[in-house]
């Protein structure tokens, strides 16, 4: 049952995009380019956000990147290799 109502609204919101003007179309392209687009793909899902357009690749790769932790380089502390000549 749940998932008659999962594929009922994903073929819902296919239509809505079908009918959105051919100007509507061009703005979604354009969105679906930049990182507002990455969020809400975050946000729906992938099946949601495969339907406006957003890869489910890039989809993929957004949580990949958010997932890795960020490596910082540590500062080398100062030592005796540090001192310049005088």
Same mark, same amino acid.
Request: no cysteine; net charge negative; hydrophobic share 35%.
């Given at each position: 049952?749940?998932? &008659?109502?999962?594929?009922?609204?994903?073929?819902?919101?296919? %239509?809505?995009?079908?009918? $959105? !003007? &051919? =100007? *509507? %179309?061009?703005? $979604?392209? *354009?969105? #679906? #380019?930049? @990182?507002?687009?990455?969020? /809400?793909? %975050?946000?729906?899902?992938? &099946?949601?956000? +495969? $339907?406006?357009? /957003? =890869? /489910? &690749?890039?989809? =993929?790769?957004?949580?990949?990147? *958010? !997932?890795?932790?960020?490596?910082?380089?540590? @500062?080398? @502390? @100062? +030592? $005796? +290799?540090? #001192? #310049?000549?005088?």
């Amino acid at each position: 049952m749940e998932n &008659d109502a999962h594929g009922q609204y994903l073929e819902d919101v296919q %239509k809505r995009i079908m009918n $959105l !003007s &051919d =100007e *509507e %179309k061009t703005m $979604l392209i *354009e969105f #679906r #380019r930049t @990182p507002e687009a990455n969020l /809400v793909a %975050k946000i729906v899902g992938p &099946d949601i956000a +495969g $339907l406006g357009g /957003v =890869e /489910v &690749d890039q989809f =993929e790769d957004a949580i990949t990147r *958010e !997932s890795q932790p960020q490596q910082q380089e540590m @500062p080398t @502390p @100062p +030592g $005796l +290799g540090m #001192r #310049r000549p005088q």
